[in-house]
């Protein structure tokens, strides 16, 4: 096997979302503008609830898909053509915008830590003007492993004989939340090909010679495999890894589409009461 190491080192910063919530960004900065088909991926957390109470008001996308993973707390998704989701600590949505979507995020809770990620994927252009749809799944029926000093959520893709509940065809995503003791090490294949990144969100680890300190993300080099050791406080992390699409990407705000026509017909479509066609079909557990 030919090891992953890391190529880019990613810190994380601030950057003000939605009604005036913090977010530390790592894709999606100057510092790295895209991971194809990776386009964004914004790690949100506070236990003031003046940081994130305000939430994510009504907002467009077109375009691509947004997959939100809470970790603490409680998120109301509501849509404008009626669908309704309630992210619980531990759950876990896959919004397929695609050809519109105008939908809020809101916090259900006044006190307490809110807690998650958001990661943006792109759609190839076959899919990019397709209905949208929802896959969400409450935090129980999400897999998952428990091993000797690890525990392992499956919220995408395979690991230890199991398949995590989202499903991404385009890209075949997959996304693993791993928790390790203390100096405690965790190995996994992955495709040649692949794009891959982790980003620890507490503790620290290391790939290799590279430390990786919390809210960093790292970029892995090609290989077929990576191998991550906790350090003495031991880690959680995601990782994530999926097939590039290589298509042109041009993005403004919430669309992203193939060319500028596309995004100034996105434009045209949210000014003019066009951008949602037609009702997203919603799947999960």
């Given amino acids: 096997m030919v090891q992953r190491?890391?190529?880019r080192l990613i810190p994380a910063i601030e950057v003000t979302e939605g009604a005036g919530v913090t977010v530390h960004r790592t894709?999606?900065?100057?510092a790295l503008k895209s991971l194809d088909p990776f386009l964004m991926l914004d790690h949100f957390g506070s236990e003031d609830p003046d940081d994130y109470i305000a939430g994510f008001p009504d907002h467009p996308h077109r375009g691509f898909i947004t997959f939100t993973y809470m970790l603490?707390?409680?998120m109301e998704h509501r849509d404008s053509m009626g669908n309704r989701g309630d992210l619980r600590a531990g759950g876990a949505q896959w919004?397929?915008?695609a050809s519109g979507v105008i939908h809020s995020e809101m916090p259900k809770q006044t006190q307490g830590r809110m807690r998650g990620f958001q990661l943006w994927i792109n759609l190839p252009a076959t899919e990019k003007m397709s209905d949208p749809a929802y896959q969400e799944f409450s935090p129980e029926a999400i897999p998952e492993v428990q091993e000797a000093g690890r525990r392992v959520r499956l919220l995408a893709g395979e690991y230890a004989?199991?398949?995590g509940v989202v499903d991404d065809p385009n890209t075949?995503?997959?996304y693993l939340d791993v928790a390790l003791d203390a100096n405690v090490a965790f190995s996994l294949p992955l495709p040649v090909g692949q794009v891959a990144f982790l980003y620890v969100y507490?503790?620290?680890a290391r790939v290799g010679a590279t430390a990786l300190p919390r809210h960093h993300l790292a970029v892995l080099a090609e290989g077929d495999a990576v191998e991550l050791l906790a350090g003495a406080e031991g880690a959680r992390?995601?990782?994530v890894a999926g097939h590039p699409l290589k298509e042109p990407v041009v993005q403004y705000g919430p669309f992203v589409m193939n060319t500028r026509e596309e995004i100034e017909q996105a434009f045209a479509d949210y000014r003019e009461g066009r951008l949602v066609r037609k009702k997203a079909a919603m799947t999960g557990a």
Avoid: C, W, Y
């Avoid at 894709?27 to 100057?30: E, L, S, V, Y």
């Fill in 95 to 97: 919004m397929k915008a």
């Fill in 27 to 30: 894709i999606g900065t100057p």
């Fill in 202 to 204: 507490e503790g620290n």
């Fill in 72 to 74: 603490d707390g409680h």
């Fill in 161 to 163: 004989g199991q398949r």
């Fill in 5 to 7: 190491t890391v190529s």
């Fill in 237 to 239: 992390f995601i990782l």
């Fill in 172 to 174: 075949d995503v997959r």
